[in-house]
């Protein structure tokens, strides 16, 4: 098992599971009862930063763990630890301004191309190997 | 392979897809045609139970995964039953009114917070036993 | 490893980003802004396709990774194909039209199916042989 990249998995999941705790006291904050989403733009972007997040999970963590298995574990962790630092920093300033969430949003989505593109070469390789 | 764990796996996908085959007569029944997901409270609680479910997936389903693979197979598959109950359970109360989806959510919040410590506590034992 | 499921595995993930590609110029050219995601029926077509794939990958990638470890990797991969198939005609018809969602939308659905049945049965024929 890659030991590193199943920690960083848990850390990815404590993350995103805390982007939807931040939505419970955003209702009550701008008064946004569920089941309502939309009503006020400051309640919009906390929930669209949950959404998002959740969005690019399934892009995510199959990435991630075909890169450790195919490319190697420690390079995938550090791959990973780099995906939710950018994710941090977009949920951090697209709470402030929707104009603001473009770099965070640039570094893990890099991050996630990068995880195809050695992903993609290590099953390839293989299969051309007869693996 | 943990074979319970797979079979609750299953279990939780089957469970989760029958959460969206409800929003479609829901749609009908409150007259909210797609592409549009709001318009009617009665709906829109159908919708969340989705909606919520599928929030939970990316968290669900790696941590019963990394459980099952660093504590055990069946542990992973009892602790994916419960989960699949209180989810049920949410279901039903949220469907009836708002503020019943409480209880039901906690079992499942809980079920995922003793997967997370339980896959956490697993890993950490193996990187430090150079495992 | 199931090489060839790996890499449907990844076409299936660069797929489901695309669908989320096409929401940015669809925000742009009906006006749309960030964090709103209604307001106006092309937009909420172009962003509801994005939402129903993600909807439907953690139905899709659990059943595909069960199926090609419980069935076979070949016969995944061909299913995952035909799945991207359905998917890719669920995309370009619903964006034409609501109601031209149903035929893409019911062969990506059949395909999930077949791996349901095909995984369950696997699963079970191993726990009863006790293996």
Chains 1, 2, 3 share one sequence.
Request: aromatic fraction near 14%; charged fraction near 10%; hydrophobic fraction near 55%.
């Amino acid at each position: 098992m890659p030991h590193w990249t199943a920690l960083v998995t848990v850390l990815a999941v404590l993350f995103y599971f805390y982007t939807g705790v931040r939505v419970l006291p955003a209702r009550r904050k701008y008064n946004v009862l569920a089941p309502a989403i939309s009503g006020n733009p400051d309640f919009e972007r906390v929930f669209r930063v949950q959404m998002n997040t959740l969005e690019w999970m399934p892009i995510f963590l199959p990435l991630l763990w075909l890169f450790a298995v195919y490319v190697g574990d420690r390079s995938a962790a550090v791959l990973g630890l780099i995906w939710i630092a950018g994710r941090i920093y977009y949920m951090v300033s697209y709470s402030q301004a929707a104009d603001r969430r473009g770099p965070g949003f640039s570094v893990q989505a890099l991050v996630c191309g990068v995880l195809a593109i050695g992903a993609l070469a290590g099953i390839v390789t293989q299969i051309a190997h007869g693996g």
